[in-house]
């Protein structure tokens, strides 16, 4: 065998042996973490014609009983937070966060989202601190729900405007929006 090539052979096993190895150790992500964000987005419902925060948690390591999740959601059109306390359930592989209804969301602008994790005592376990910027703004929405029940009839407040935007309808007030 020629010796350039056993080299190679060799370097290469040592390549493959140190990704792999690589791929199995922890990298301290999970290490005294409960949790971190898999998945964050503004919702724009366009039928229900509102707008949410939606923030995902992923487990790094098995839930306990009786942990909360509590999320405090800067508000876009200013004011205090707006904070969702949501039960964390052991057997579930994710938890998700939802915002109440927003407005004065405004396109490319971070906010900021605090999420802590409390034991059953109260006690923080951990705080996650991240940000969200919409790619559309607030504007994209109906004045008005499309619908008005689960059967999914016709608002008729629309009449004659299937695209949701009645004259003269009322803006929400975004003059404390930062």
Known sequence: MPRGFSRSVVAGAM?????????????????GKLFEV???IFVFNYRLARATYVVTLRPLQPMGEGQVAVAS?????GGAPLVVEQKVWPKLDKVSLESPA??????????????????????????IDTTLMS?????????RPLVIDQLYTANPDL????????????????????
């Open 15 to 31: 390549l493959i042996a140190a990704v792999a190895l690589g791929a199995c150790r922890d990298t301290g992500r999970g290490e």
């Open 38 to 40: 898999s998945g964050k």
């Open 73 to 77: 959601f800067q508000n876009p059109a």
């Open 102 to 127: 927003l407005t004065c969301i405004v396109k490319n602008k971070p906010y900021a989202i605090a999420i802590s994790i409390k034991g059953p005592d109260g006690a923080i376990l951990q705080k």
């Open 135 to 143: 790619t559309e703004d607030q504007s994209i929405l109906p004045d």
């Open 159 to 178: 009449a004659g405007h299937p695209d949701g935007k009645l004259p003269g309808e009322p803006k929400p007030d975004c003059s404390k929006a930062g």
